[in-house]
């Protein structure tokens, strides 16, 4: 596709209507270009650019590093061996299992997006799981939890949320390395493996194994929607 303005034109430096990458890198960091760009050009369409189209991958940057520093919050001293997060598929809530069923949809769907050279399909892949799966839904229902008195269950949280976190850093490396290599090691996720660049890509696990079925999904699907429409 052809690279245009707001207004439609083509952007040229004739014409002065072109965008200086390093200025968007000093305003918004070179993971914000990186992610805003992918996520914003399908293939084979054109693709229509400005200053404030960048903000899609600094806020989405945004969004993921407060999440971090919520974890770290309710983890605080706990040692986090991103590779060996044990999760007791006996122990699992609805919630629990829907944002593992959702971790593994993303991890197939990143795959074969990048197998297939459809970028912005991986990017989206990733924005709606990390955006609005993680952060949206399981990050708040998480709160209950944590403000709860069952250590137990707050355990257990605990270990989903660094698992599902850890993944989608993996998966999220190639697009913005910098972020992800910065949290890598601000999580204590290089115990076993000093840098994301060498860490394995995540690969979608038997859901079977982990007692996650399609009613379960279906049913915090349902309870969402439901949420959805009460705030309308």
């Not at 002065?16 to 992610?35: E, M, T």
């Not at 707050?154 to 490396?173: C, G, I, P, Q, Y």
């Not at 996650?212 to 309308?232: C, G, Q, S």
Request: with cysteine; charged share 25%; net charge negative.
């Amino acid at each position: 596709g052809t690279v245009r303005d707001d207004t439609g034109l083509k952007m040229s430096k004739s014409l002065g209507n072109s965008i200086d990458p390093l200025d968007i890198i000093s305003q918004y960091s070179a993971d914000a270009l990186r992610f805003s760009l992918i996520m914003l050009t399908a293939t084979g369409q054109d693709v229509y650019v400005s200053t404030e189209k960048f903000e899609i991958g600094r806020n989405f940057g945004t969004k993921i590093w407060n999440a971090a520093r919520f974890m770290q919050m309710h983890t605080k001293d706990r040692a986090v061996d991103a590779e060996n997060v044990k999760v007791d598929p006996a122990r699992l809530s609805a919630d629990d299992k829907h944002i593992l069923a959702r971790l593994q949809e993303c991890a197939a769907a990143c795959t074969e997006n990048l197998e297939k050279f459809r970028f912005n399909d991986y990017a989206k892949a990733l924005y709606e799981f990390l955006w609005h799966q993680f952060c949206d839904w399981y990050v708040e229902y998480s709160k209950q939890v944590f403000y709860g008195n069952d250590e137990g269950r707050k355990e257990d949280v605990l270990n989903v949320m660094h698992h599902a976190f850890s993944s989608a850093l993996r998966l999220l490396h190639p697009l913005m390395p910098f972020l992800t290599e910065e949290l890598w090691h601000g999580m204590g996720y290089n115990k076993s493996c000093e840098t994301i660049m060498r860490a394995p890509w995540p690969q979608a696990a038997d859901a079977k194994s982990l007692g996650i079925d399609r009613a379960v999904v279906d049913y915090v699907d349902a309870r969402h929607e439901l949420v959805r429409i009460a705030r309308t």
